[in-house]
Structure formats: structure tokens, C-alpha cells
């Protein structure tokens, strides 16, 4: 069974940083574009950070540029979202997905695997 897992969310203040993983298991992820999407209350899924195969193209929500940055470790198939500069507006479930898809790709219908979330909170 793939299963993609993030781990490193939890509260900090704002300004603080925060830096997120995603280890799939069953499965190696390498030859797949990766995301960093997140979901506030009441809001739309969105895809914050995004990571191509390779590494080498990289897109970010205009909301987190210069602030965030996403990166993958194909050795240790892992990829994560350092998240400086936080704001209360950055809180958040953040879900990180997987696309078998060859483009690297914002829309989350071209995600074929997803994790569980992690709660991320700014607090002002």
C-alpha cells in the first residue's frame, strides 16, 4: 500500500519557522513531481510549493515566495517544505501529493497520491 507521510507541523509564533517532510513508503517517488498543498478552514485546497522530477523547476503560490522552499532528496526519497517568515495566515492542514504525471502540476486533480495532513498553526 503507498502511502505518503508528513511530519514536522505544530505551532509556532509568527515570524518562526517551520520545516515539513513527506517519506512515501511502498513505493519510490523519484521519477514523480511533487506538491505542498494546504487547506485552512472553509477554504480551497491550494497548492503552495511544487517540485519536478528532477528537482531543477520549482513553482510557489505568490503567497509564499521568498518565504518558502520546497526540495527533494531522491536518495532518501523525502521531500520537504521549509516554511520561513510564518504568518497567522499561513495556518493551515498541509498535505503533501504525489503526481505520476511527467509536468510538474498545480492542480490537485493531477495528484494521484496524498498524505494525511499536518496541522500547521502561526499564532500572532
Known amino acids: 500500500q503507498v502511502q505518503l507521510v508528513e511530519s514536522g507541523g505544530g505551532l509556532v509564533q509568527a515570524g518562526g519557522s517551520l520545516r515539513l517532510s513527506c517519506a512515501p513508503s511502498?513505493?519510490?517517488?523519484?521519477?514523480?513531481?511533487m506538491g505542498w498543498f494546504h487547506q485552512a478552514p472553509g477554504k480551497e485546497r491550494e497548492c503552495v510549493a511544487a517540485i519536478s522530477r528532477s528537482g531543477g523547476s520549482t513553482y510557489y503560490a505568490d503567497s509564499v515566495k521568498g518565504r518558502f522552499t520546497i526540495s527533494r532528496d531522491n536518495a532518501k526519497n523525502t521531500v520537504y517544505l521549509r516554511m520561513n517568515s510564518l504568518k497567522p495566515e499561513d495556518t493551515a492542514v498541509y498535505y503533501c501529493a504525489a503526481s505520476t504525471g511527467l509536468l510538474l502540476t498545480t492542480r490537485s486533480r493531477d495528484y494521484d497520491y496524498w498524505g494525511q495532513g499536518t496541522q500547521v498553526t502561526v499564532s500572532s
Open positions: 511502498g513505493r519510490t517517488f523519484s521519477s514523480s513531481a
